[in-house]
């Protein structure tokens, strides 16, 4: 982990602790000097943060390399750009694992179990509607895994060859795909589309292509599936909010335009993906590029597979 990286753990939060609201200035400096949380009054510097002396993150584990369980820890790509926010808050970090849908709908930021949503969530203009997201921080776009041998080079061979599609209930994929005119088996969550795929309840599934190799990076899977397509969708993760928050966000897009800058940011990148952003065909996000990343995570000899979905 990175330097400042705090331990945590993924565990739900009391309703006492619900209630709480911590004031905290947010005005660590650019170069990583240590900062100090204290109660205030509300104003343009300060940031509302539903747990005292910590900011809370929502998630949905595992979705590896974005956050998934090491030891008793939870790691990740994800997990190292919210501590980068933690550090400027001069708080730490806590993460909850929790449903996708009830974190793209809002849900969970509205009831206050949060303070930011980080599970590889991609911006669309339906979850604008219910999260304020912070600028986009990581490029992104869909693949699709088969078998291999399967033959399979694009959607078109999927529907030629009438093939069973699977897609994530809840993500972006499935909306590409039924955008295709598609209508898939959905899995509630990734581990279970890719038991799905290796039990032959489908033949093709279409996934976040960093999901796709890591668990491609792992024997048994890698030994008789293979990505066989991608699928330039032009997507990019941002971290949610609740609607109102526009000072956590006017931090968090500091924090990311500093770590972009100062290269932190390619540092966390090249850590989870073995590659700096645009080494490859992926990288940060700088407005609306098309980028995806075809790095491997480092820790993806695990044993768990990735739940969440963007």
Known sequence: MAPWSTYRQAAGIGAAALATVLLVTACGSESGGSDSAATATPGPNTVALVSAGKI???????YEPFQFNQGDKVVGFDVDIVDLVAKKLGVTQDIVDIDFAAIKSGAALNSRKCDVAAAGMTITDERKQNLLFSEPYFDATQALMAKKGSGVTSLDDVK????????QASTTGLDYVKG??????????????????QTGQADVIVQDLPVVLTWLKKPDVGAKFEQVASLDTGEQYGIGMKKDNEALK???DEVLAAAK???TYNEIYKKWFGTEPGAATG????GASDGATTGESPAATGTETPAAGS
Do not use: H, R, Y
Request: hydrophobic content about 35%.
């Open 283 to 286: 990288g940060a996000s700088e």
């Open 261 to 263: 800058s100062d290269g």
């Open 250 to 252: 006017k931090v968090v």
């Open 56 to 62: 809370t993150t929502c998630t949905n584990i595992p």
């Open 160 to 167: 030629a060859k009438n093939l069973k599609l699977g897609a």
């Open 180 to 197: 295709k005119g598609f209508e898939p088996i959905e899995f509630a969550d990734s581990p279970k589309e890719l038991l799905g795929l």
